[in-house]
């Protein structure tokens, strides 16, 4: 089972600030299988960037994903009130899927 | 507008049995396979398995392998998440998603989430 870890565990940013959050896997995954998703307080999780840089519907253009192999990176370029949230990412291998464990991007 | 609607909140004993649903709507339920994923208390996302309910092709995460139960009934687009014996450690959010049909791998709408607690 690929592993993702997820850096830093808890972000403490300023609005308008950038933020940068990482996803790293125990081995390879395809740039295809990759996501990332917010889930703020009391609400499901929502989809983000699929395909590791392709934003969903109705995403933003502030939210932006790249890496490849082992190393993924979610990008905020300039943070809204809303964008406080959890962040996870997500892979896909062997016909099973996993969660990174989050990251809290917090007010300063 | 493609809607997963999913059952109330339930609060159950150890032991006790149980069924969760998921209503899909506002696309064809029988081309995108529906997943479930846990939440437990203050915890991340944890993938549970997934089924096609075109053929309820259902496979399942090694952790939840024997644990739950994934079925569909396609004539009223219904997803189910069942356990025969529940334990203090089921408490948790469950919450079912849609597979993208775009890119295959990843979930683009996702339900509203079932608390289940089970205490004694």
């Known amino acids: 089972e690929i592993v993702l870890t997820q850096s830093p565990g808890t972000l403490s940013l300023s609005p308008g600030e950038r933020a940068t959050l990482s996803c790293r896997a125990s081995q390879s995954v395809s740039s295809s299988y990759l996501a990332w998703y917010q889930q703020k307080p009391g609400q499901a999780p929502r989809l983000l960037i699929y395909?590791?840089?392709s934003r969903a519907t109705g995403i933003p253009d502030r939210f932006s994903g790249s890496g490849s192999g082992t190393d993924f990176t979610l990008t905020i370029s300039r943070l809204e009130p809303e964008d406080f949230a959890v962040y996870y990412c997500?892979?896909?291998?062997?016909?099973?899927?996993?969660f990174g464990q989050g990251t809290k991007v917090e007010i300063k | 507008e493609v809607q997963l609607v999913q059952s109330g909140a339930e609060v159950k004993k150890p032991g006790e049995s149980l069924k969760i649903s998921c209503k899909g709507s506002g696309y064809s339920f029988t081309s995108y396979w529906i997943g479930w994923v846990r939440q437990m208390p203050g915890k991340g996302l944890e993938w549970m398995g997934i089924?096609?309910?075109?053929?309820?092709?259902?496979r399942y995460s090694p952790s939840f392998q024997g644990q739950v139960t994934i079925s569909a009934d396609k004539s009223i687009s219904t997803a189910y998440l069942q356990w025969s014996s529940l334990k203090a450690s089921d408490t948790a959010m469950y919450y079912c998603?849609?597979?993208?049909?775009?890119?295959?791998?990843?979930?683009?709408?996702w339900g509203q989430g079932t608390l289940v607690t089970v205490s004694s």
């Open positions: 998603a849609r597979l993208n049909g775009y890119s295959g791998y990843d979930f683009d709408y």
């Open positions: 997500q892979q896909y291998g062997s016909s099973s899927w996993t």
């Open positions: 089924i096609y309910p075109g053929d309820s092709d259902t």
């Open positions: 395909g590791a840089s």
